[in-house]
């Protein structure tokens, strides 16, 4: 099924360090989510945006909406470890589901 | 508030049997959604229910089939088990009557066919 672009795959970070991912999209959607998902776990909604340039916070993470409404990111100031784990970008266009990205892995550097 | 609880949490299976999967959403929440979580094509996502009626369906084969009950607990079912069925399969729950997307997810049955 159609899925969304979102890079990098993976990262490593070291405590301290400010994360950036994206998600890209050849349609438009009304709606963009971020999600974390730890091992053994389902998905945990971290932040959703509702309008074209939205820009929202939750602690140290912020998320924008693209103004083209086709792209989102999600950046974490100062990570901690317990930021690892697999972050999802998710689009929903109007009355439809929920279409994820592949995931950014997020691991601590050696 | 409990959350989202999917049972089994892990199951075997093999070839040409079928699985049972059942949730139980969060108490008050009338939407529920499954997806298919594989390594190689993420989330997929199957079908959605609200007040026991599908409101939405992805592009799975008819062997893949749901229902929601009264009490707004759902099952999913998947018969003839193909090896390409191995996956995480994730139960979630919504809490509006419209779906926003904002979605509160058990911790998944893991299936695996050999």
């Known amino acids: 099924g159609q899925q969304l672009n979102q890079s990098p795959q993976s990262m490593f970070i070291q405590e301290g360090e400010d994360v950036s991912m994206n998600c890209t999209s050849s349609?438009?959607?009304?709606?963009w989510l971020w999600y974390k998902q730890d091992p053994g776990e389902g998905p945990v909604l971290l932040i959703a945006?509702?309008?074209?340039?939205e820009l929202t916070s939750n602690g140290r993470l912020t998320a924008q909406f693209g103004i083209t409404r086709k792209d989102s990111f999600l950046n974490i100031s100062a990570s901690i470890p317990s930021d690892v784990g697999i972050y999802f970008c998710?689009?929903?266009?109007?009355?439809?589901?929920?279409?994820f990205g592949k995931g950014t892995k997020l691991s601590v550097k050696p | 508030k409990a959350g989202v609880t999917q049972t089994p949490r892990y199951l075997i299976k093999t070839r040409g049997q079928q699985v049972t999967l059942s949730c139980s959403p969060i108490?008050?929440?009338?939407?529920v959604s499954w997806y298919q979580q594989t390594p190689g094509q993420g989330l997929q996502f199957l079908f959605e229910?609200?007040?026991?009626?599908?409101?939405n369906k992805g592009n799975f084969p008819g062997r893949f089939s749901g229902r929601q009950f009264s009490n707004s607990r759902s099952e999913m079912n998947v018969s003839t088990l193909e090896l390409g069925d191995s996956a995480l399969y994730l139960c979630?729950?919504?809490?509006?009557?419209?779906?926003?997307?904002?979605?509160?997810f058990g911790e998944g049955s893991r299936l695996t066919v050999l």
């Open positions: 945006l509702y309008k074209a340039g």
């Open positions: 108490s008050g929440h009338r939407s």
């Open positions: 979630a729950s919504g809490r509006d009557r419209v779906n926003t997307g904002e979605l509160f």
């Open positions: 349609s438009i959607f009304n709606t």
């Open positions: 998710a689009g929903r266009r109007s009355q439809g589901n929920l279409i």
């Open positions: 229910y609200f007040s026991e009626t599908q409101r």
